[in-house]
């Protein structure tokens, strides 16, 4: 049973224009999301993360948007460039710590 | 610069073999993870540890041991590789428990023929 639900699988957007990624969860003990991008031949690094008791964080271009009454978060790209092509996944942890919980990923092309 | 190594980028075994995955981070990172990583499946836990010695069961240990005799250490066993094996294993580590970042390998190539 997958504890992330991350949609769509695939995502294609031309270059300036917002990429949005979407991930939904069902646990409510679940007390970070953090989003990881990973490159061909690399292993995934952390993008970008947020805490429930947040409803949106910036950094840069990248933003999470979170919605703790729907159980639901996203990453915004703004700006997406062709360098920020690349396989996202969403995540969720759960206390006591440390059991990370990823969405089965979202590849984005971004089209010059 | 922090840093997470795995043995080998690519390998590639024969069915029944017993497979050695090896991971090393640099950090003093407390905790150690293995995850196998599909397509359309995303990361899925294989086995974690959060000191030396101890180990924990992700969501799909079947298949799968690990040891973990020193703390930077971290190491993925098939004990008999069968091909539903083949996959990417991704080792990462993180700091403590807690709300801290995973830090991962660059990934390890399965293939069981």
């Known amino acids: 049973q997958q504890q992330v639900k991350q949609s769509p699988q695939s995502l294609i957007v031309q270059k300036g224009g917002i990429s949005i990624i979407n991930c939904a969860y069902e646990?409510?003990?679940?007390?970070?999301f953090p989003w990881y991008q990973q490159f061909p031949g690399k292993g995934p690094a952390l993008l970008i993360a947020i805490r429930p008791d947040v409803s949106e964080k910036k950094e840069g271009r990248f933003t999470i948007s979170f919605n703790k009454s729907a159980k639901q978060f996203s990453l915004h790209i703004m700006d997406s460039q062709p360098g920020d092509s690349a396989t996202y996944f969403c995540?969720?942890?759960?206390?006591?710590?440390?059991?990370?919980?990823f969405g089965t990923g979202t590849s984005l092309t971004v089209i010059p | 610069d922090v840093k997470v190594t795995q043995s080998s980028r690519y390998l590639v075994k024969r069915t029944g073999e017993k497979v050695f995955l090896e991971c090393v981070q640099d950090?003093?990172?407390?905790?150690m993870f293995w995850y196998r990583q599909d397509p359309g499946l995303g990361l899925r836990l294989i086995y974690f540890s959060y000191d030396v010695k101890m180990k924990e069961k992700g969501d799909i240990p079947e298949g799968y041991s690990v040891s973990r005799e020193k703390k930077e250490r971290f190491s993925l066993i098939l004990e008999s590789a069968s091909t539903n094996q083949t996959s990417m294993y991704l080792c990462?580590?993180?700091?403590?428990?807690?709300?801290?970042?995973?830090?991962f390998g660059p990934g390890t190539r399965l293939t069981v023929t």
């Open positions: 646990n409510t003990a679940f007390d970070y």
């Open positions: 950090m003093d990172h407390e905790n």
């Open positions: 990462a580590s993180t700091r403590d428990r807690g709300l801290y970042e995973q830090y």
């Open positions: 995540a969720a942890e759960t206390p006591p710590g440390n059991q990370f919980y």
